[in-house]
């Protein structure tokens, strides 16, 4: 085959590559290449250049695409974006439930988030075997300590919306993880506060309640999983 049929086999490739990324975003909610990637910690021109078909997407940049937009709404998997109605098959299918794990909870000492360094997809990912009913876009956090025993055990993963799901003063009572204004991460009970704007973190267990506490983030947790029936994926 002469070089210029291949070179325009492999630019229509990239042309129908990006059309199908573009599609999968639109369909996930963003309203623009920026968007996605700026939300999602890409490399903005690297997206760019695949939305417009200047640059092949290999399997690892259609994986996060796919699991990202997946987890807004967007029906394709990383097989469907590299090769549409023509994928082979795999098993990167959009029914799996691929949840991100984003670090370590604290129930007990602190968790410092920002020392973690944590991509968009995590620092590993657990498979549930079987669906789970959860919110659009999950993502799990490992329990380090013991101060929410018996409920929740030393190395379990809890899981929680990734975006706060509704106000601080309406989750009172509830069980969440919670990020404090100073950058710490615990697994706490949420109670009214004695200062305005500040909240109670309750233990389960023996260690003391920290009291009057700002909170920057919090949300409540929607399920425990043990360390059995999973599927780990390492990036």
């Not at 549930?128 to 959860?134: E, I, R, S, V």
Request: proline content about 6%; aromatic content about 6%; hydrophobic content about 35%.
């Amino acid at each position: 085959m002469a070089p210029e049929a291949v070179a325009l086999g492999e630019e229509k490739i990239r042309q129908e590559q990006g059309r199908r990324l573009t599609e999968a975003r639109k369909a996930a909610g963003y309203k623009s290449a920026r968007e996605a990637a700026l939300m999602n910690g890409w490399n903005e021109n690297t997206y760019r250049a695949h939305e417009k078909g200047r640059r092949t997407i290999g399997l690892d940049d259609a994986q996060r695409y796919s699991r990202r937009f997946h987890s807004r709404g967007a029906a394709c998997s990383a097989q469907s974006l590299l090769f549409g109605d023509d994928a082979p098959d795999g098993d990167d299918r959009p029914g799996r439930h691929i949840i991100p794990i984003m670090g370590f909870v604290g129930a007990g000492g602190d968790i410092e988030p920002d020392y973690e360094q944590v991509p968009p997809e995590g620092l590993d990912q657990i498979e549930l075997h079987q669906p789970c009913g959860l919110a659009r876009d999950p993502i799990g956090f490992r329990i380090r300590g013991e101060s929410m025993m018996p409920r929740y055990n030393d190395g379990e993963i809890v899981i929680v919306e990734r975006d706060q799901p509704y106000a601080t003063d309406s989750m009172i009572g509830l069980e969440a993880v919670v990020r404090t204004a100073k950058g710490n991460r615990y697994l706490k009970r949420i109670k009214v506060g004695s200062r305005r704007n500040t909240f109670d973190l309750v233990s389960l267990g023996a260690v003391a309640t920290m009291e009057s506490v700002r909170i920057a983030w919090a949300s409540p947790v929607l399920m425990i999983i043990p360390n059995v029936g999973l599927r780990r994926k390492r990036l």
